[in-house]
């Protein structure tokens, strides 16, 4: 029997992706190897939205293309997309797939059934991106809004708690433009948002909590906010919604659709309906024309903003991209400086959300390896693993 290996960079969406490739091949009669080195055939399932994650998967490609045993090798995802002229060209040994659709079946129709390795299980509801940030390529090869209907959701949800699956999260590329007409509850739109799924996934008569992977700012409605507040049992204390900048200006520049102000208003209203709740948010730090004034408007929109965790990226130009175009590039050497005084506050930021919460009890999930992951997004130690939904008292060890 043949064996296969898929190595996954990036998003939640593309490890449910490598979920449904890897059932294709245990279907087709094919058996996971359980390292790299011993695979007949091996899928890289790729990432592209920075310089870094093209670069680590590129090692990779190179280190398997010397594989004495020659084996079968496959590039799919985003960078395949992106870079296919390239990659054929440094890579002649290499399969590029440009549709990942075509190691799978269709995704409206086709389910994934258990995570290997995980506790929580990931469910697509929704691909692509049609905002064009300035800076993000994935409009570029994510281009086709598509979202998974209600009914496969509910049948696909109820298939993972069966499966042992106690927490569901939700990801897309971009799940608050989640969409699907039917003749069920409809928004003023004529058509089931994001909210009105959520609503429907929690109604669902089985013992589970739903986590929201990712969502804009601009797409949490009232609705939302309300759900989570009554539904603490069911719904994840934690939104991450991705700022990107404190900088109008540089907010600007990037395209997004939202002031500072207009962030800070949004989330002092989920705040003080979900005073417990996780905020995070991702940051871009080096973005051109960022000028000192710029960065130091950021630095003090996230020092006065109650999130308990950032993630930090270091603006790399993508090319295609209008901000791959734009003048007035802050040098690297800036760039780095900058990123350390951001994880600064980040840090500073962890640790001022664990302390409200140690010695209180919350509701959690199992990580794995002895780990339990809270409602509100902190990880907690246990002494052995637990299945289901339990109780854990926050300790000082305790990382967010």
Not at 120 to 126: D, E, P, S, T, V
Not at 266 to 273: H, P, R
Request: glycine share 4%; with cysteine.
């Amino acid at each position: 029997m043949q064996k296969y290996y898929i190595k996954t960079f990036g998003c939640k969406v593309n490890q449910y992706e490598s979920r449904l490739i890897s059932e294709k091949f245990k279907n087709d009669n094919f058996s996971a190897a359980q390292d790299i080195s011993e695979a007949d055939i091996i899928i890289f399932n790729s990432c592209t939205v920075t310089a870094q994650a093209d670069k680590e998967c590129e090692y990779f490609l190179r280190k398997v293309s010397k594989f004495p045993h020659k084996p079968q090798i496959y590039l799919t995802g985003c960078m395949a997309k992106n870079k296919a002229d390239y990659i054929k060209s440094v890579f002649p040994n290499i399969k590029v797939i440009t549709n990942k659709a075509e190691l799978y079946s269709d995704a409206a129709t086709q389910s994934v059934n258990t995570f290997d390795g995980r506790s929580r299980a990931f469910l697509k509801i929704q691909d692509g991106c049609d905002s064009f940030c300035s800076y993000c390529i994935v409009p570029y090869v994510r281009n086709e809004l598509w979202s998974k209907p209600p009914d496969a959701v509910f049948s696909e949800i109820k298939n993972l708690i069966k499966n042992g699956f106690s927490e569901i999260v939700l990801t897309g590329i971009h799940v608050g433009k989640y969409f699907k007409r039917e003749n069920l509850e409809k928004d003023e739109g004529g058509e089931l948002n994001f909210s009105g799924l959520l609503e429907k996934i929690i109604q669902i008569p089985l013992n589970f909590r739903v986590r929201i992977s990712s969502i804009e700012l601009n797409e949490i409605d009232d609705k939302l906010i309300r759900l989570m507040k009554e539904n603490p049992q069911k719904i994840c204390r934690h939104l991450h919604i991705p700022l990107q900048s404190g900088s109008d200006g540089v907010l600007k520049l990037m395209n997004r659709r939202y002031g500072s102000e207009t962030y800070r208003e949004k989330t002092n209203k989920i705040l003080q309906a979900l005073p417990d709740l996780a905020l995070t948010a991702d940051i871009i730090t080096g973005f051109p024309g960022e000028t000192d004034e710029r960065h130091n408007e950021t630095v003090k929109f996230i020092s006065e903003t109650s999130f308990a965790r950032l993630h930090i990226f270091r603006y790399s130009d993508r090319n295609g991209t209008r901000a791959s175009r734009f003048e007035n590039k802050v040098p690297p050497e800036i760039i780095k400086k900058r990123s350390i005084e951001l994880f600064e506050i980040d840090a500073k930021k962890r640790k001022e959300f664990i302390q409200k919460f140690i010695g209180t009890k919350r509701q959690a999930a199992n990580a794995g390896k002895n780990k339990a992951l809270t409602d509100n997004y902190i990880t907690q130690e246990i002494p052995y693993a637990k299945n289901g939904i339990f109780e854990v008292t926050i300790a000082k060890e305790a990382v967010i």
